[in-house]
């Protein structure tokens, strides 16, 4: 059983700051990509941040502002988000794709920013 467990969504105003950790357990075969998602009502699901091959690519519309992170030794992800905007409130989904390319999803975790 493939387990991601997303932590550290919230509600910030404009301007303010969250972490947000996706920690990956259950993985039977080796990792080809981490990263971030994110959907607001809606819309459709986007990327926010993902690694794939050790190189780290970003949404435009976050570049700059937020920062990925990998913990390669644990399976835990990170998304440093600051400057948030309110048109970053979204449910954000941390992903995995395995070596067979099987896609992976955690619960989501509410970002909320007000203006």
């Known amino acids: 059983q493939v387990q991601l467990l997303e932590s550290g969504g919230g509600l910030v105003q404009a301007g303010g700051s969250l972490r947000l950790s996706c920690a990956a357990s259950?993985?039977?075969?080796?990792?080809?990509?981490m990263g971030w998602y994110r959907q607001a009502p809606g819309k459709q699901r986007e990327l926010v941040a993902r690694?794939?091959?050790?190189?780290?690519n970003y949404a435009d519309s976050v570049t700059g502002r937020f920062t990925f992170s990998r913990d390669n030794a644990n399976n835990i992800v990170y998304l440093q988000m600051n400057s948030l905007k309110p048109e970053d409130t979204a449910v954000y989904l941390c992903n995995v794709v395995d070596s067979y390319y099987t896609w992976y999803w955690g619960q989501g975790t509410q970002v909320t920013v007000s203006s």
């Open positions: 259950g993985l039977s075969s080796s990792t080809n990509s």
């Open positions: 690694v794939n091959g050790g190189i780290t």
